[in-house]
C-alpha cells in the first residue's frame, strides 16, 4: 500500500473539475502539489472536506466488503487476531480499541495456535464436559451460537485455555485522521484504488451536478462491492463515462 | 514399536480416510469417535488373541489385589474366561504356591494343603494361604500379585504409551480405523 490519501484526493478532485488552475499548466502545478490544501482543490459545488469525506464513505464500503468475503483482500486490510476467548465467552466485538467489521476468519487454538474445526453444539458439550475424562486426545472443536463461542481449546497440559479468531477490524476516527492528513498511504491495497475513487465520485453529486457521472460510477462501485463479498480478489476497471 | 494413545488415535483416524477425498470426508475428523470406540476394540482384539493360546501368554498381566479376610476384587479387564491361566503369587515368598479351584466347593474343601487355593465368583476372587482350612472369617489380609490374560487398559494421557502386545498394535489400528468407518464388527467374525 504505497498510494497516499494525497493521491485518492487529486484523483477524485480531478474528475468533479475541483483542482485550481484555468490552463493547463495551472492545473498541472496544483495537481501535483503534495499535501493538497484549499488552495488547490477548489469547486464551486464541492469544498474539499466534503471531498474527503467521500473518499471515507468509499473506504468504508470497500473494507465491510472485504470484510464480509472470503478473498485474499483481507490479508491486504488490517487483519488481526482476537485475545483469547474462554469457552461460552461472547464473540469480541473489538480488537485494541478498534471495530472487527464482517465475518470472523479463521479460529485457532490461542495457547498452541492449533486450527480449529467447527462441530455442533451437542459434540462440543460432551467433549468439554468429558465425564471420567473418558476422552483424552486433545481436540481443538468451535461453535458459534448466539453470540457466544463454545470450545474445548486445551493448552498442552490440558488445562482449559482461550480461542482466538482472525478478524478485519476498522477504526474511523484512525482513518478520518489518517485521511486528514493526505500523506499517509490508503488502508487498503493499491489495487483497490480505481475502485475507491470511483467510489469516491460517485457520492459526490448534488442537485444535477455530475449526476450522470455519478450515477455511473456508483453503478461500477456497486458491481464491485459485489464482486468483492462474492469472493473475488480482482476487479473489473472502471467504466466510459458517457452521457 | 511403541506408539502412544494420542498415536494410535490419529493413525486409526487416517487408515479409515483410506481412499477418500480427505477434503470432503467427515472420517478425518472422527478422533472422538474412534476415542469412543478404543476400549471397545482393545477389548475385541485381545478377546481374539486369547482364543490361540500361542498369543494367550502375551497378554498376561500382573495387578495386586488387596485382600481382606481372604476375598478381593480383580480388575474389570481381566479376561476371567482364562483364570485356569491366572497366577497368584505372594511376591515376599515366590515359594508360596497356588492352585486354581474352579469350584466353589472343592475350594472350600480344599486338596492338597501344601498348596494354597483361590477361585472366583465373577471378579470377586477369593484366597486360603497354604496349609490352612477356609474359614470365611479369618482369612488373610494382605496383598497378592495376580496375573492373568488381560485387556490392555487406555492410558491415562494422550501422551502414555499404549502398554499393549507388539502383535496387537497393528491389529487393534486396522480394527479401530474399519470401526471408524463403520465397516465391520470383529466381535461378530469369529
Given amino acids: ?243 | 514399536m511403541s506408539l502412544t494413545y494420542q498415536e494410535l488415535i490419529y493413525r486409526a483416524v487416517d487408515q479409515a480416510g483410506r481412499g477418500i477425498d480427505p477434503n470432503t470426508s467427515p472420517l478425518i475428523d472422527l478422533g472422538m469417535l474412534a476415542e469412543n470406540l478404543a476400549p471397545h476394540v482393545f477389548r475385541v482384539v485381545a478377546e481374539n488373541a486369547a482364543r490361540d493360546s500361542s498369543k494367550r501368554a502375551l497378554l498376561r498381566a500382573s495387578q495386586t489385589i488387596v485382600f481382606t479376610n481372604g476375598v478381593g476384587t480383580i480388575a474389570n479387564n481381566a479376561l476371567l474366561d482364562y483364570m485356569g491361566d491366572a497366577v497368584l503369587r505372594d511376591t515376599s515368598d515366590f515359594t508360596k504356591l497356588y492352585s486354581y479351584y474352579p469350584e466353589w466347593s472343592d475350594f472350600v474343601q480344599g486338596g492338597d494343603t501344601r498348596l494354597g487355593r483361590f477361585t472366583n465368583v465373577g471378579t470377586v476372587i477369593s484366597v486360603v494361604e497354604p496349609i490352612v482350612s477356609y474359614s470365611a472369617s479369618s482369612g488373610i489380609t494382605a496383598n497378592r500379585q495376580f496375573t492373568i490374560p488381560t485387556v490392555p487398559t487406555i492410558p491415562v494421557l494422550q501422551t502414555d504409551p499404549v502398554v499393549i502386545p507388539e502383535f496387537m498394535i497393528d491389529e487393534v489400528v486396522a480394527e479401530l480405523a474399519a470401526q471408524v468407518r463403520g465397516e465391520y464388527d470383529n466381535r461378530t467374525k469369529k
Fill in chain 1, 1 to 243: 500500500m504505497s498510494t497516499t490519501y494525497n493521491s485518492l484526493v487529486r484523483n477524485t478532485a480531478l474528475r468533479i473539475n475541483a483542482i485550481a488552475g484555468s490552463t493547463p499548466a495551472d492545473l498541472e502545478t496544483n495537481y501535483i502539489v503534495s499535501p493538497l490544501t484549499t488552495t488547490q482543490v477548489e469547486s464551486a459545488d464541492f469544498s474539499f472536506t466534503p471531498i474527503k469525506d467521500a473518499i471515507l464513505l468509499a473506504e468504508e464500503k470497500l473494507v465491510h466488503a472485504i470484510g464480509n468475503s472470503n478473498s485474499q483482500l483481507r490479508n491486504g486490510i488490517t487483519l488481526q487476531f482476537t485475545s483469547g476467548v474462554a469457552n461460552e465467552g461472547f464473540l469480541p466485538t473489538t480488537i485494541s480499541g478498534s471495530q472487527i467489521i464482517g465475518v470472523l476468519g479463521n479460529a485457532r487454538n490461542f495457547s498452541t495456535g492449533n486450527p480449529c474445526t467447527e462441530k455442533p453444539l451437542a459434540l462440543i458439550r460432551r467433549r468439554f464436559e468429558n465425564p471420567n475424562s473418558f476422552y483424552r486426545v486433545h481436540v481443538d472443536y468451535y461453535n458459534l451460537s448466539g453470540g457466544r463461542v463454545f470450545h474445548t481449546c486445551t493448552d498442552s497440559s490440558g488445562v482449559a485455555t482461550g480461542i482466538t479468531f482472525d478478524a478485519c477490524v476498522y477504526n474511523r476516527a484512525t482513518q478520518q485522521t489518517a485521511i486528514d492528513t493526505l500523506t499517509n498511504t490508503m488502508l487498503l491495497p493499491d489495487v483497490l484504488e480505481e475502485a475507491l475513487v470511483c467510489g469516491a465520485v460517485s457520492y459526490l453529486t448534488r442537485d444535477d451536478a455530475f449526476s450522470v457521472q455519478a450515477r455511473m460510477y456508483r453503478e461500477y462501485f456497486e458491481s464491485t462491492l459485489q464482486m468483492i463479498r462474492g469472493g473475488a480478489g480482482q476487479v473489473l476497471p472502471a467504466p466510459l463515462v458517457t452521457t
